[in-house]
């Protein structure tokens, strides 16, 4: 898929396809990768197939190898059966999810979306809670893939009626979108797509466009433009091993500022959708003989970067307000290389 392709012009079921042959090649990706293919079935209306790869994940995870987050795919398993009519299972799905307690935000946001969906708000409303209680608490600044948990729990919260709480007030001022979550989430928005008003309808459309038009392009692209990050000790490794690449990386300090100034440059320029992938010489070596090249070719090493971004190892760039920097030196990236 080209990185300017409108996402409502893909080819789903294709772009299923290519994911399954990436994950046979990058077995190590797999979870990442049928993950993403999984979502590109249901997109396709598939939704027996998209099932089918989360039962292959799910049974995967008994191996030797452990899925990275079981809870997150049975989350999306549940919401998926519920979509085609699998309502009991799906159920069970989620009581097992809640029961589990994941530290991990992504699978309660779904479950409880999935009961959203199917207007089951007080029990969506006790699953964002229940998610919030376990990976907010009274944090005043709580990290950023948490933020969901809130944002829904104030949605729902709208949709019941409920008075706002500590919580829906903290999710007021993490909302970051020139739109008020209390606007976003007013039930009377839903009810104005019915007016007979048209001047109410083109309003509405016009709020909905100005929500949505800043994921359209985060959409529309499968991968970041990533920088290829070595970290010290690859970085030494690397050098030792293919000299004439000493002089793509003459010392590791002068590497870290050369990805965050090639970073800031694209950003100034308007390239959208930026990240960083770390390389491990292992891993370059392997693409280095999957392309019948020598590792020492430094026009490698782009090619690289793009590959590893493509099976879903790149972290975004800037990273979010008080996340560690993307350099690895566990430092807020405010305090160390977004200084």
């Known amino acids: 898929m080209r990185p300017d392709t409108p996402a409502e012009n893909v080819d789903h079921a294709a772009e299923a396809a290519r994911l399954e042959r990436t994950a046979g090649l990058y077995p190590e990706d797999a979870e990442a990768l049928l993950l993403r293919a999984a979502a590109h079935l249901e997109l396709s209306g598939d939704r027996p197939a998209a099932t089918k790869l989360y039962d292959r994940l799910l049974s995967s995870g008994t191996s030797s190898v452990p899925l990275d987050n079981p809870s997150l795919v049975r989350a999306l398993k549940a919401s998926n059966l519920w979509e085609y009519g699998h309502e009991a299972e799906a159920r069970a799905i989620i009581d097992g999810v809640r029961t589990a307690s994941p530290r991990d935000p992504a699978p309660w946001v779904i479950a409880a979306e999935a009961l959203e969906s199917h207007d089951e708000l007080e029990a969506a409303h006790e699953t964002f809670t229940e998610g919030a209680r376990l990976l907010v608490a009274d944090a005043a600044e709580p990290p950023q893939p948490t933020h969901p948990l809130l944002y829904g729990r104030h949605r729902v919260r709208r949709m019941l009626g409920l008075d706002h709480d500590a919580w829906d007030t903290l999710a007021d001022t993490?909302?970051?979108?020139?739109?008020?979550?209390?606007?976003?989430?007013?039930?009377?928005?839903?009810?104005?797509?019915?007016?007979?008003?048209?001047?109410?309808?083109?309003?509405?459309?016009?709020?909905?466009?100005?929500?949505?038009?800043?994921?359209?392009?985060?959409?529309?692209?499968?991968?970041?433009?990533?920088?290829?990050?070595?970290?010290?000790?690859?970085?030494?490794?690397?050098?030792?091993?293919?000299?004439?690449?000493?002089?793509?990386?003459?010392?590791?300090?002068?590497?870290?500022?050369?990805?965050?100034?090639?970073?800031?440059?694209?950003?100034?320029?308007?390239?959208?959708?930026?990240?960083?992938?770390?390389?491990?010489?292992?891993?370059?070596?392997?693409?280095?003989?999957?392309?019948g090249a020598s590792p020492a070719d430094p026009t490698l090493l782009p090619q690289y970067a793009t590959t590893l971004a493509a099976r879903g190892l790149a972290v975004t760039w800037p990273p979010q307000r008080g996340a560690a920097c993307w350099c690895g030196s566990q430092r807020p990236y405010g305090e160390c290389h977004g200084v």
């Open 174 to 291: 993490l909302h970051a979108m020139p739109v008020s979550l209390d606007e976003l989430h007013d039930p009377k928005r839903v009810w104005s797509l019915g007016s007979d008003d048209p001047a109410d309808l083109k309003a509405e459309i016009d709020r909905l466009r100005a929500e949505l038009g800043a994921y359209r392009q985060a959409l529309s692209r499968p991968f970041p433009v990533a920088m290829l990050h070595w970290p010290a000790d690859e970085l030494a490794e690397l050098t030792d091993a293919y000299p004439p690449l000493s002089a793509e990386y003459p010392s590791h300090d002068g590497h870290l500022s050369s990805i965050e100034a090639a970073l800031r440059e694209l950003a100034s320029s308007g390239t959208p959708n930026l990240g960083v992938v770390p390389g491990t010489v292992p891993s370059y070596e392997a693409f280095a003989a999957s392309e």
